[in-house]
């Protein structure tokens, strides 16, 4: 028997054959916000040495989760990105944070945040026609991060930066408050009425995406 299996015919045991590596769904997690070079990857995955990432994405490629591609222009270099079946895992790797922040060690201002990790958290909470629902793009600004939620033709599309087109509401915050907010700890109407949170836009789109993504309401 191959060592790399676990010889299960289980779905969960397959699952893990292909995933149970470490850093494995985090190097997912964190394509899942659209395509990266490899530099972005490993910047963007402190403590994971450049031989193991080679390996691991080696591996994705091999399973066909990853696929090389090029980046568009204005810079048209080489870069990984998710392919159909890698974007399948999208909402499972979501769950899984949702239950992290939940069950796992309480918010620790010593590890390192960003903020696209807890909007990924944000849209896995999400009823599965939300942005439907919604319609239209959300701008989530966190200090000098940002991040925006809008439609795609296969559903949430999530990506980092500005978006490209002019966003229904707009959040401005920070990563604790972010944070308290995506899992229950901090109330909406708190969090505005504190002021670690500002809100740009109608008051009624605001509730409505409230509802759609499952955050407490201001109103």
Known sequence: MNSRTYGQNCGLARALDILGDRWTLLILRDLGMGPRRYKDLAEGLPGLGTNLLASRLKGLEEAGLIERTVLPPPTPV??????????ELRPAIGQLAVWGFRHGAPFDAADTTRAEWLV?????????????RFGGVVQINI???????????DGVRLRPGPAPTLPKISLNSDISTLAALVTNELDVADAVESGALTVEGDDGEL????RAFGLTSTG
């Open 120 to 132: 990924q958290g944000l849209v896995a909470r999400a009823e599965p026609d939300a942005v439907d």
């Open 143 to 153: 200090g000098d991060e940002s991040a925006w939620i809008g439609p795609s033709a």
């Open 207 to 210: 509730q409505s995406f409230l």
């Open 78 to 87: 080489a870069a990984y990105a998710l392919t159909g079946i890698g974007e």
